[in-house]
């Protein structure tokens, strides 16, 4: 992000920004950047507190009224929702218990199906009230990304997936689908965390989805060579939550 | 989990070890009242029109956002899963304050929003980003932009 900064001022063009590594900004001294104390994601802080996201946009585009550079300040407070311990995701709906050590021999894809069946009142709550979604990425609708995730960790059609041409791509935007799918279905719901810890709990720890995104993982790392090898190394599974399935 | 020592120790150290540009100077131009403000913001989001062309590994080139674009025409193809969406997924304005930056406006905080933001996809390396800037800059000095917001993810 600092880079673009020098890009944008060497133009004539003031540039302003938020930091969320302060050690890199300092390495690339953009002309002015405010680090903010949140986490990478949210580096407004926290979703629907309009007052405390004014407060970080003024402090950053105040920067622009210094007169040497290259600036840099830190913001001063926590994001509000980061002072608390995560909270147990209570989903109204019943998922079967997942068992990583058994899933594989059991019954585990219409299991996932059934997941995404009920939680799909949710998500058209969901739509209803934010008035938007973010799926969508894949063109997919989330029974075609299941179908198409399913079929690749059913290793006698993996191969007419792989072949079907740009499967990072495709197989990427399915989970990422499927992923905002499960978080923005079980965060409609009355009571629920929204902090996202809470919900990562929740969707890596517990669902039968966040299973099969580490399956194909698997398949992808066993086979280093191949054109999908990089999935597995990097684009699905956060570094955070490795340590689920180790 | 919001500074880096909060991070696990393996996330730090991949954030640690990143590779940053190096540049010998900064550029500083001079001071902008925000008053006299007129604003696009820049995001790293990946972030584009539903229908628009998603953003793929290694991509550097950007897509255009309308000033007035709902938060419901707006979707995120951005490579990495090593950063929340669910703030994201919950408001656009976590990411990408578009709202926000009209309030401002509204209130007269800042001169004004620019007709067209952009967003890249961060996961590419700058360096591959500077041809588009130059590009990108020249249409918003047209709009008369004097201010960029950058927001990485």
Known sequence: MGGLGHYFESEGIASTQISLVRV??????PPRALWVPFELGRPFG???????????????LGLTEHKK???LEDFPEDAPDSKGSPAPVVCPVSFQKRDDA????SNWSEDFKTEI??????YEVSKEIRNRTTTGVSELDVEESADLLIRFV??????????EGKVVDRIRRACEDLKAYYYESVSAQPGQPTDSQSLSNWFWGETRAAWVINRIREICLEEPESKHAILGKLLLVPRTELHRFQ | MARLENYPEAVRNHLLKLPCPTFDSTPFNRPIPMKEQRVALVSTAGLHLRGDRPFGLG?????????????????????STNFDRTGYLQDLNVVFPLERLNDLARNGEIGSVAEYHTSFMGATEPEKMESTVVELASVMKKDGVNTVLLVPV
């Open chain 1, 117 to 122: 069946r009920v939680l799909s009142n949710w």
């Open chain 1, 24 to 29: 890199h900004t300092e390495n690339i001294k």
């Open chain 1, 154 to 163: 059913e290793e006698e059609t993996r191969g007419t997936v792989i072949d």
């Open chain 1, 46 to 60: 926290v979703p629907h507190d309009p007052e405390f996201q004014l407060s970080v946009l003024r402090k950053v």
């Open chain 1, 102 to 105: 058994k899933e594989q021999t």
């Open chain 1, 69 to 71: 550079g290259p600036v």
């Open chain 2, 59 to 79: 991509d550097a080139d950007h897509r255009l956002i309308p000033r007035d674009t709902p938060a419901n025409r707006l979707v995120m193809s951005h490579i």
